[in-house]
Nanobody, 115 residues
Framework: QVQLVESGGGLVQPGGSLRLSCAAS????????MAWYRQTPGKERELVAT???????TYVDSVKGRFIISRDNSKNTLYLQMNSLKPEDTANYYC?????????WGQGTQVTVSS
């Protein structure tokens, strides 16, 4: 059974940092291209960052230089280090495979950036 469990979100002030985790079971983060997505109410889910099997990473322009995607193969876990957070980063963050998100979506982890 494939399961993705996101954690690490919370309330942070602008300029702060958070590290999100995505614990995967039934799917290997090492053998699949993986990604972080985010969604705010009333909007479509947005691709934020990807990490390929080859470890090549990509980012949406709005987070370049601030976010870092990584994975721990031994823990089968995906991470998103978020620095210099802005109010516009407020969203529910999800992980899944990429480009096709074929795993069931987890509940995500809410990130709120506010003073």
């Amino acid at each position: 059974q494939v399961q993705l469990v996101e954690s690490g979100g919370g309330l942070v002030q602008p300029g702060g940092s958070l590290r999100l985790s995505c614990a995967a079971s039934g799917i290997s983060v090492r053998l699949n291209n993986m990604a972080w997505y985010r969604q705010t109410p009333g909007k479509e889910r947005e691709l934020v960052a990807t990490i390929r099997i080859s470890t090549v990473v990509t980012y949406v322009d709005s987070v370049k230089g601030r976010f870092i995607i990584s994975r721990d193969n031994s823990k089968n876990t995906l991470y998103l280090q978020m620095n210099s957070l802005k109010p516009e980063d407020t969203a529910n963050y999800y992980c899944n495979s990429w480009p096709g998100a074929f795993a069931p979506w987890g509940q995500g982890t809410q990130v709120t950036v506010s003073s």
